[in-house]
């Protein structure tokens, strides 16, 4: 299969990456300039997993404008929320017959993508993969070799045999792929992980294995999962796991797999980069007084990271 993967970032090049030492065809299309330049300097991107084996990996990189190429099975997405609809207008211009493909996280995006791409040929899911872009021509990949799992489905919740063609490919490059039939359920389910753990340790700079071992760790997580969830059932959102299942997650993934790991919104923070908060508890927010149910507690997450976020922003340019 061939790939072009929209967004070489942090996730992006994971994904690229390890679809491309599965035997695929990767072309990454990036538009920061400094991450692109590096790349094209040094012949590559240089991957590390678990700060060992630092080694360059070959990847076709180019600018969205120079880049023409219209024969790929997939365009995949893996960009920031806020970062979407500029790139789309970048890059519209090799869109053709392709199927859509995205990991994003948040919400907000499928609405974008669907103004450039038929419903029949978007597939979204979403990844427990750990990654950190550890700056420009380099990329952390975080635990073992097949670690984490990812979810998919396709928006019409039909799959078809191109669907299953990416499973197995997906499958070859270690992703624990499991399709789904539930397309609004399978991407909220992880909406509702993030809605926990990248808020809260974002906003108190800790890992993921420092929050878990909080002694109030469950409680604080019950409440922003079972507001969620309220959110969910008003709006007819039928979830793919449990409440239950949900804190068992939110456990697992921050005291076993990846203890150590500051999530993805602290690493934006922590670069001064706008946070996803907005699309993540700030989603719940809105889609709950769509439905004349106001989410308390997400609400106050969102603006307490908001709050971190101008307070770090004002100590940095003191």
Known sequence: MKFTVVGAGAMGLRFGVLLQEAGNEVDFVEGWEPHYQKMKEQGGVLVTREHKNKHLVPVNVYRPEEYTATDADFVFFELKQMQLPDMLERCKHFFADQYCLTAMNGMGHVEQLLKYFPK???????????????????????????AGTTNWANYTEQPDEKTHQLMAELKKANFNPSLKTNFMGTLMTKVVFNSVVNTLCTMFEITMGEYANFSGADELSRQLIDEAYDVCERAGVQLVSTRQEELDSVNYVSKVGNPHH??????????????????????FVKLGRKYNYEATTHRMVTNLVHLAEATREVRTNR
């Not at 993969?129 to 990949?141: D, H, R, Y």
């Not at 993805?264 to 700030?282: L, T």
């Open 262 to 283: 500051y999530p993805s919104m602290y690493q934006d923070m922590s670069h001064n980069r706008p946070v996803e908060v907005d699309y993540i508890n700030g989603y």
């Open 120 to 146: 029949e040929k978007l597939v979204a899911g979403t990844a427990l993969v750990a990654t950190i872009l550890t700056g420009p021509g380099e990329v952390e990949f975080v635990g073992d070799r097949g």
